[in-house]
């Protein structure tokens, strides 16, 4: 079953387009924006997992005059992409909107996802950008853009917290069905790692630092199965959704 | 009005047995606790492997009485256990090395 | 094949055993699914978090000895004993729910829940206790006590929210399902449970 194109992507059983077509072509989008981002994060501007906190000044000069050119690269890009992430949260909220809780849960998904986005990946990408700028800058300015990408980057917690919160309550309430059940569950999940998340302003080591066992890897790992969970879901969704048209939908669930 | 249910459900009176063991046990933990004493404990494996079993115990209890699992399909019987187990151990373990 | 329940002659720890299922009555799953990959997730997760503590102690385990006597095991005590009660209370109102005493059964959760207000608020004076005396996280056992707790407290609040949507369906005619109020139960109950494992690995262990 290839999944080259929207088309063939969201498909019934005998393999003809499912659903509505622009709601194919967003759903299509949403794991390939995804997995341009987690390129850019992971290979090109490294800071998924994250650099240290707990060394020097001339570290971090030297982490940045190393992966200088990935993370120009990697930022540059991102930022021309970053509209993508209006699109991939535009989605979830359409899909909240159809469900019987009504629109208002979807606006603020998308409000809050919408005003995370600035300390969630815009201030890094500025901030790495700016010491990547001029790479002779005294090793203490560079050491606090470091400093400032990371914290705001991992700690941007209240905005997306806010998202789960909506979207997790929907999810609950909603008799259409539209997402599972235990999806609403899961962003709760996310909600708690986001409070954990807290504590990586207090410690530059250990587990609570911004790339501690408890602070990072088990909130990457929770992340992790609600982003695959979610992509799963939307496609699902989107497969089951009746078509505006004459004729009623009445073929069986794709994917 | 509990006289007469089937053998296997849950009754008030096995939840009150329940929870009497459960507070026993809490209550005797007590007396094992560190902060319980005011000179500066020693750690010990033996009374940390009693401890360890105790909570396995209540937790056992909780999860088979209160939550009902001892009336709920295989898989959530063994995968219930299999999570008790695999963390107490794994506590144990790591406490050991 | 009904007859009473004889089981008290055996010792309480057998309830498993005594809880052979009967003829003709199928294994039944409490609440719903969902509610069960929410309570085995999180039992995961605050598994690893359990894990992790246990690595870092083995690290330094004289610093965290000597950091855990300085927690108060009365309240602690009292703690558990207040969740394992508010436990039995949610249990109590699940047995009335299905027998169709919806009065009695809302009434169990009201003393469930007040159990837990009481519970949260020994955790906030036993936590302004340890901060007024100078127990912050700059130190590493406090620093996992505060967090692990905390994430507990956070699973309190949401379970105080649960049981008021139980309370809320129970009083409705057009609302009452057993397995709505069986999934809320579920879920409180497993807050007792992550309770117990926390008593014991912070407060008690050494």
């Known amino acids: 079953m290839s999944i080259l194109s929207p088309d063939r992507y969201i498909t019934r059983a005998d393999k003809s387009p499912a659903g509505r077509p622009d709601v194919r072509l967003v759903t299509w989008f949403f794991p390939v924006w995804y997995a341009a981002f987690g390129v850019i994060i992971c290979l090109l501007a490294r800071v998924t997992p994250p650099p240290r906190p707990d060394v020097s000044a001339a570290d971090k000069v030297a982490f940045m005059t190393t992966h200088a050119l990935t993370i120009q690269v990697g930022f540059v890009v991102l930022l021309i992409l970053l509209g993508g992430a209006g699109m991939t949260n535009a989605l979830v909220a359409y899909q909240m909107s159809r469900m019987s809780t009504g629109p208002v849960l979807a606006y603020a998904y998308i409000g809050g996802m919408g005003v995370g986005a600035l300390p969630g990946f815009l201030l890094v990408s500025v901030c790495f950008l700016t010491a990547t700028f001029r790479p002779d800058r005294d090793p203490e300015l560079i050491g606090l853009l470091y400093d400032l990408g990371m914290l705001s980057y991992n700690g941007s917690l209240g905005c997306f917290s806010a998202a789960y919160l909506v979207l997790a309550i929907a999810v609950l309430y909603d008799k259409n069905e539209i997402f599972p059940k235990w999806f609403a569950y899961l962003s709760i999940w996310q909600i708690v790692t986001e409070v954990i998340a807290t504590q990586m302003f207090v410690f530059p080591a250990g587990p609570f630092a911004w790339n501690g066992s408890i602070s990072f890897w088990v909130a990457v790992v929770v992340f992790s199965v609600w982003l695959g969970s979610l992509i799963f879901i939307l496609r699902n969704t989107a497969a089951r959704e009746p078509v505006d048209t004459d004729e009623t939908f009445q073929g069986p669930t794709a994917g | ?97 | 094949m009904t007859h009473s329940d004889s089981s008290l002659t055996a010792t309480a720890r057998d309830t498993d055993r005594a809880a052979q299922p009967s003829v003709g009555r199928a294994a039944h799953l409490p609440g719903d699914i969902h509610m069960w990959v929410m309570v085995l997730g999180d039992l995961i997760i605050f598994s690893s978090y359990f894990v992790i503590f246990m690595i870092y102690r083995s690290m330094s385990p004289e610093a965290y000895l000597r950091a855990q006597q300085h927690l108060d095991i009365n309240i602690g005590v009292v703690n558990t004993v207040v969740l394992l009660t508010s436990s039995w209370f949610v249990a109590r109102s699940v047995l009335s729910a299905r027998a169709g005493d919806h009065t009695r059964a809302i009434r169990f959760v009201y003393a469930a829940g007040a159990c837990g207000v009481l519970f949260m608020a020994l955790k906030g004076y036993e936590w302004a206790a340890k901060i007024g005396a100078g127990y912050t996280n700059s130190e590493e056992f406090f620093s996992f006590y505060y967090v692990i707790t905390g994430v507990h407290f956070l699973h309190v609040v949401i379970g105080l929210i649960v049981l008021g949507v139980v309370i809320r369906d129970l009083r409705n005619p057009a609302r009452r399902r057993t397995s709505m109020v069986e999934a809320g139960a579920v879920y409180w109950h497993m807050v007792d449970l992550l309770w117990v494992v926390i008593f014991t690995l912070l407060y008690v262990m050494r």
């Open chain 2, 1 to 97: 009005m509990t006289d007469t249910t089937p053998k296997g459900t849950t009754t008030e009176r096995k939840l009150l047995w329940a929870w009497a063991v459960l507070v026993l046990i809490t209550v005797g933990s007590w007396w094992l606790a560190p902060a319980h004493f005011t000179d500066t404990m020693q750690p010990s494996a033996g009374v940390t492997a009693l401890l360890l079993a105790m909570m396995a115990v209540k937790c056992r209890i909780v999860m088979r009485s209160f939550m009902e699992v001892n009336h709920a399909p295989r898989w959530l019987k063994v995968g219930t256990d299999g999570w008790l187990a695999v963390l107490v151990v794994t506590v144990f373990a790591i406490y050991l090395i």
